[in-house]
């Protein structure tokens, strides 16, 4: 049996949209780790980090991604910054093939500038957040089994790259 295919990379990479087309056609599961946490909280993410933290809400990253990571036939998507976490990294190493979405900051920008549900985002100079986040995620997103540039490519591109590489490992 293959191992599970996470996703990780900066906020706004495009990791929920390709995991999608990823899960259909490998006929894999998907879930979205950001999103179970908002459904099990009944809340937004944003409105977590307002109200009980950033700390809150990496303990709590971390145990459900643990929980996930572990299932089989799986396509994931990680929070942002969940591979920074040592534990979920380690636990995504051996379930499953890592594949880092990157993507430069200019791009970066263009895609989140009228975003309102990024906590890290908020009342703040995108610009300068954005390249702070990016250069103190980029190594620990090195370790990666893949590394995949994204600029220039769509979904569908980014998708069929990761599939050659995943069938291929």
Partial sequence: MKKNLALTGM???GKTSIGKILSQKLSMKFIDIDQIIE???NTTISDI???KGEKFFRKYEEKITLNEVSKLNTVIS???GAF???KIRRQVQIHCTSFWLDLDVPLLKER???SKKRPLLKNND???VLEKIYK???KIYALADFKIDCKKLNVETVANKIIELYESK
């Fill in 78 to 80: 990680l929070g942002g």
């Fill in 112 to 114: 989140l500038i009228n």
């Fill in 49 to 51: 980090f307002k109200k």
């Fill in 136 to 138: 103190d995620r980029k």
């Fill in 11 to 13: 906020m706004g990479v």
């Fill in 39 to 41: 459904r099990k909280l």
């Fill in 84 to 86: 920074i976490n040592p």
């Fill in 126 to 128: 995108l610009n300068s």
